[in-house]
């Protein structure tokens, strides 16, 4: 069975750091890229950061970039958002994704449990 089990999540003040864990199983992890949504209440989910499948590039929302790092052990099964700077706008659920696609358009997609993340003095 494919899982991608969350942790780390909380309540933070403004300014402060969390580090979400995704830990996956059930799938070939080094051959998927992985990425970190969120959605706040009222929100469609959207992309916070990506990573390809051996971590030689990643990509960033606007509204994060500079403040939050996505990172991936292959070794571990194991992907991570580290969040500095957090501010209230950043209060969501985050969930790891896991996605493989194809030029034939074949694509598998896996989602974790989601994680909230609370920014509040």
């Known amino acids: 069975q494919v899982q991608l089990v969350e942790s780390g999540g909380g309540l933070v003040q403004p300014g402060g750091s969390l580090r979400l864990s995704c830990a996956a199983s059930?799938?070939?992890?080094?051959?998927?890229?992985m990425s970190w949504y969120r959605q706040a209440p009222g929100k469609e989910r959207e992309l916070v950061a990506g990573?390809?499948?051996?971590?030689?590039?990643?990509n960033y929302a606007d509204s994060v970039k500079g403040r939050f790092t996505i990172s991936r052990d292959n070794a571990k099964n194991m992907v991570y958002l580290q969040m500095n700077s957090l501010k209230p706008e950043d209060t969501a659920v985050y969930y790891c994704?896991?996605?493989?696609?194809?030029?034939?358009?074949?694509?598998?997609?896996?989602w974790g449990q989601g994680a909230q993340v609370t920014v509040s003095s």
């Open positions: 990573i390809l499948t051996d971590g030689s590039s990643t």
């Open positions: 994704n896991a996605a493989r696609r194809y030029f034939s358009g074949r694509s598998y997609d896996y």
């Open positions: 059930g799938f070939t992890f080094s051959m998927y890229t």
